[in-house]
T-cell receptor, first 112, second 109 residues
Framework: DVKVTQSSRYLVKRTGEKVFLECVQD?????MFWYRQDPGLGLRLIYF???????EKGDIPEGYSVSREKKERFSLILESASTNQTSMYLC???????????FGPGTRLTVL | KQEVTQIPAALSVPEGENLVLNCSFT??????LQWFRQDPGKGLTSLLL?????REQTSGRLNASLDKSSGRSTLYIAASQPGDSATYLC????????FGDGTTLTVKP
């Protein structure tokens, strides 16, 4: 079975801190995705990557950056966390863009 | 920009009923459409994936259809059970991935 893991289930940070969210997949998938999920706004795509060192902006990239140095790992970076980035963050991966996406369990981030 | 709409937003049915969840999308140039299930506070579980060249997929009591020309997909759940209670999400993939807001299903014993 495909396994997508996220570094933390819950995280509490202070405004202005630099925050790293890590995602690892174990199936040699080409594509990885970062979403955030908020009540009333649904799931929104932040960034995705279709290869090592490659990235594409999603619908809401502002305030975020990403890093993919190895195929199995995709990191989401909040350069200077703000309270409006309090959210549930979900990572996913897929073999190719037209293949099934598999999701991790999510990281609930609170920025105080 | 792709827009994905799911109707209804919430649905409550008695156990044993057959039901249909609807998903509509504005841009038919998609690679695939995927249905997910999400339990409260959890990640997403994939239910069915329909490629753009396919019309339907089935898994157990679930059947999903895709009509690209009309921009519609349906998820049919047969003989619903309380364990089916969850939020069901529709996702279109056209390079960029777009989700609907989901339908929250409650199946009452």
């Amino acid at each position: 079975d495909v396994k997508v893991t996220q570094s933390s289930r819950y995280l509490v940070k202070r405004t202005g801190e630099k925050v790293f969210l890590e995602c690892v997949q174990d199936m040699d998938h080409e594509n990885m995705f970062w979403y955030r999920q908020d009540p009333g706004l649904g799931l929104r795509l932040i960034y995705f990557s279709y290869d090592v060192k490659m990235k594409e902006k999603g619908d809401i990239p502002e305030g975020y950056s990403v890093s993919r140095e190895k195929k199995e790992r995709f990191s989401l970076i909040l350069e200077s966390a703000s309270t409006n980035q309090t959210s549930m963050y979900l990572c996913a991966s897929s073999w190719r863009l037209y293949n099934e996406q598999f999701f991790g369990p999510g990281t609930r981030l609170t920025v105080l | 920009k792709q827009e994905v709409t799911q109707i209804p937003a919430a649905l409550s049915v008695p156990e044993g009923e057959n039901l249909v969840l609807n998903c509509s999308f504005t841009d038919s140039a998609i690679y695939n459409l995927q249905w997910f299930r999400q339990d409260p506070g959890k990640g997403l579980t994939s239910l069915l994936l329909i490629q753009s060249s396919q019309r339907e997929q089935t898994s157990g009591r679930l059947n999903a259809s895709l009509d690209k020309s009309s921009g519609r997909s349906t998820l049919y759940i047969a003989a619903s059970q309380p364990g089916d209670s969850a939020t069901y999400l529709c996702n279109t993939n056209a390079g960029k991935s777009t989700f609907g807001d989901g339908t929250t299903l409650t199946v009452k014993p």
